[in-house]
């Protein structure tokens, strides 16, 4: 059974940074096309990050700002969140995607305040 454990939240001033991981097991991980979503109250939960076998992409509101990578010996996906802006509050959302089937973690929560 595929699960997706997510770690790496919590509160951070506005400005810094956090590193987010997502473990993957019950899978070939370096098959899956692995993503991060965000899902802020009141609003629909929107795609912040995803890397595939030769693709990486990015919602606009976070290029340059945050990096996914993914270390397939670890079956981890990360995603560095650096000049954190109070807008990036959410809960965060790793995803597992190939073919029809798609997985979720169980989201960590990102606060960017002062």
């Known amino acids: 059974q595929v699960q997706l454990v997510e770690s790496g939240g919590g509160s951070v001033q506005p400005g810094g940074s956090l590193r987010l991981s997502c473990a993957a097991s019950?899978?070939?991980?370096?098959?899956?096309?692995m993503g991060w979503y965000r899902q802020s109250p009141g609003s629909q939960r929107e795609l912040v990050a995803v890397?595939?076998?030769?693709?990486?992409n990015y919602a606009d509101s976070v290029k340059d700002r945050f990096t996914i990578s993914r270390d397939n010996a670890k079956n981890t996906v990360y995603l560095q969140m650096d000049s954190l802006k109070p807008e990036d509050t959410a809960v965060y959302y790793c995803?597992?995607?190939?073919?029809?089937?798609?997985?979720w973690g169980q989201g960590t929560q990102v606060t960017v305040s002062s």
């Open positions: 995803n597992a995607r190939i073919g029809m089937l798609n997985y």
């Open positions: 019950g899978m070939f991980f370096s098959i899956w096309a």
């Open positions: 890397t595939g076998h030769d693709s990486t």
